[in-house]
């Protein structure tokens, strides 16, 4: 491309989901539902785990970054859009979107390594490693470096994608900001930034999930130990819970950002986007909650003296 032919933009236009007015304003009520939901639940999840000391150990402890990782990862693409329908305006600036594509790329790759952590955490209660984790320091220690690992290694994909040149139409077949349409916009070399990005992302995504892999198959062969059936099932149906949301997200996020760019439709891209950036955010806490005794009794127990206190009160008039 001729350089004087070259119109470089500040801008994108974000196409997120054309359709009649109509489907917009039902999709802006869906969405809008789903997202005062998921972050309602995860809240509430972080805030029951640190105001109740029962709920004090490892595997909540990690329960609760996972819990407020999805407040603030739905928190970075959902507002953007439903602003877009109700003031028809879907123009990004480019700061803004490679904001927003860090915080993306940020959230995922640490989700990635907290989901692992908890993996891992399961096979440690089952069958005791050599190496504390369960101790509180060491807790904080892997939170803390999973955040790290999300938020300096998207600096990596970040700077590649930063130091593009983009060219006009600026037109983004998307909801948000993402690697795979910026890519397709950029009229300058790309082939290092794609290859970057295609690396980093199997590293990022491949060590988690076969970190997941070598401790469910050591929990799993552990299980299969267990004489009595009742037992068998009741230790199986606590880790059913993570195998479901490691299911869920991980699917979704290998076809997005572990496959050659030119494969699928953009249409099908931003389904499965909706899957792992809305619908895992707002199920996971229904998965953990629902299949998890102690933080059903938990919340039982808070919502049952929240609505004793006004008749307490009443009493004392």
Request: aromatic share 10%; hydrophobic share 50%; proline share 5%.
């Amino acid at each position: 491309m001729a350089t004087e032919n070259v119109t470089h933009i500040h801008e994108f236009i974000l196409l997120g989901f054309p359709a009649t007015p109509e489907l917009q304003a039902l999709l802006f009520v869906i969405f809008l539902a789903v997202y005062l939901l998921a972050v309602t639940e995860n809240l509430v999840i972080v805030v029951l785990i640190i105001t109740n000391p029962q709920l004090h150990k490892p595997m909540y402890f990690f329960l609760g970054h996972l819990a407020f990782l999805e407040a603030c990862y739905i928190s970075v693409t959902v507002p953007k859009l439903l602003l877009s329908f109700v003031v028809r305006n879907k123009s990004i600036s480019f700061s803004s979107c490679m904001a927003q594509l860090y915080f993306v790329l940020a959230l995922v790759c640490t989700e990635c390594a907290l989901l692992a952590v908890m993996a891992l955490g399961r096979c440690v209660a089952i069958f005791p490693l050599h190496y504390p984790l369960t101790k509180p320091q060491a807790c904080r220690q892997l939170a803390t470096g999973s955040w790290l690992l999300g938020f300096l290694t998207s600096v990596l994909k970040e700077f590649f994608i930063s130091q593009l040149s983009f060219c006009g139409p600026s037109i983004i077949n998307h909801f948000y900001c993402d690697i795979s349409p910026l890519l397709n916009l950029s009229c300058s070399e790309r082939s290092l930034a794609e290859m970057v990005d295609f690396i980093s992302a199997l590293f990022l995504l491949l060590v988690p999930l076969s970190v997941i892999i070598v401790s469910y198959t050591c929990i799993i062969s552990t299980i299969l130990l267990i004489a009595q059936a009742q037992n068998r099932r009741k230790a199986f149906s606590t880790c059913a819970s993570h195998l479901a949301v490691v299911t869920i997200f991980f699917s979704a996020t290998l076809f997005t950002y572990a496959r050659p760019r030119s494969i699928g439709s953009w249409d099908l891209h931003k389904l499965v986007s909706i899957i792992y950036t809305m619908i895992t955010p707002m199920l996971n806490p229904l998965i953990y909650c629902l299949r998890n005794q102690e933080i059903k009794a938990t919340l039982l127990k808070v919502l049952c003296s929240r609505a004793a206190l006004p008749r307490l009160a009443a009493s004392d008039h």
